[in-house]
């Protein structure tokens, strides 16, 4: 049998992957950064059982749709709506999702809260929260997330964190971004550490954390 399957995680760690558990199987991948098509042919039922097991939540969806058009199907699915807020990548969240058609029935609205004030103002983040931890923290994520959330709005998602190329730490580096997803079924917040410069910071920021907002609604919905 033949299967396409779209995985998140880096090309090396996909081709080491099944070359040291399925090495005779046919391949071929498609995709940049973390989100790629693999194509496998001629796979025999235990093969396909083994990718499952292989790539296990890495695994977003079978077919053509990427990060993005996979989110807005699945809130359709579930007849549910999100919003996002973000710090660091400034917008790159909402408008990968509003590129998608069907956005306009799941996609409520999208907060660009830059400056600290704005996190306050807008999110209702609190000003001790700010001064305790900092802008970029699991604990503002988390709040800009929860500020999100009202009758019309089942899922908020957050980004905040350090795109560079200055502004680092040796405790927040360059590259470090706290993305919280929170619904009232759970609430999440992931710490990643990206490289490369400051659109590949915020490029991968934005894609990981529509990975992370797919993986929540499967999760908890």
């Known amino acids: 049998m033949n299967r396409l399957i779209r ?5 090396a760690t996909i081709e080491d992957a099944i070359q040291r558990h399925l090495p005779d199987v046919s391949f071929g991948i498609t ?3 973390r989100d790629y098509a693999v194509y496998f042919t001629g796979l025999d039922e235990t093969e396909g059982d083994v990718l499952d097991d292989l790539f296990g939540e890495t695994i977003y969806g079978d077919g053509d749709a990427d990060l993005a058009a996979t989110l807005v199907d699945l809130l359709d699915e579930y ?8 710090s660091c990548t400034g917008g790159m969240l909402a408008s990968a999702l509003v590129d998608r058609p069907g956005a306009s029935e799941v996609f409520y609205e999208g907060l660009v809260t830059y400056s600290n004030s704005a996190k306050i103002d807008r999110l209702g983040v609190g000003e001790d929260t700010l001064y305790d931890y900092g802008a970029v923290s699991e604990e503002t994520a988390l709040e800009m997330a929860n500020g999100l959330l009202n009758d019309n709005v089942a899922i908020g998602v957050s980004t905040t964190g350090i795109a560079g190329p200055g502004g680092g730490t040796n ?3 360059v590259g470090l971004v706290y993305i919280a997803v929170v619904s009232e079924n759970g609430s999440e917040v992931f710490r990643n550490v990206f490289e490369g410069g400051r659109n590949d910071v915020r490029r991968q920021a934005r894609d990981t954390a ?3 907002t797919i993986r929540h609604i499967k999760k908890y919905f």
Do not use: W
Not at 7 to 11: D, K, L
């Open 7 to 11: 995985v998140y995680a880096t090309r």
């Open 31 to 33: 995709g940049d950064g």
């Open 79 to 86: 007849g549910i709506r999100m919003s996002v807020a973000e």
């Open 171 to 173: 405790e927040k580096p």
């Open 210 to 212: 529509l990975f992370y």
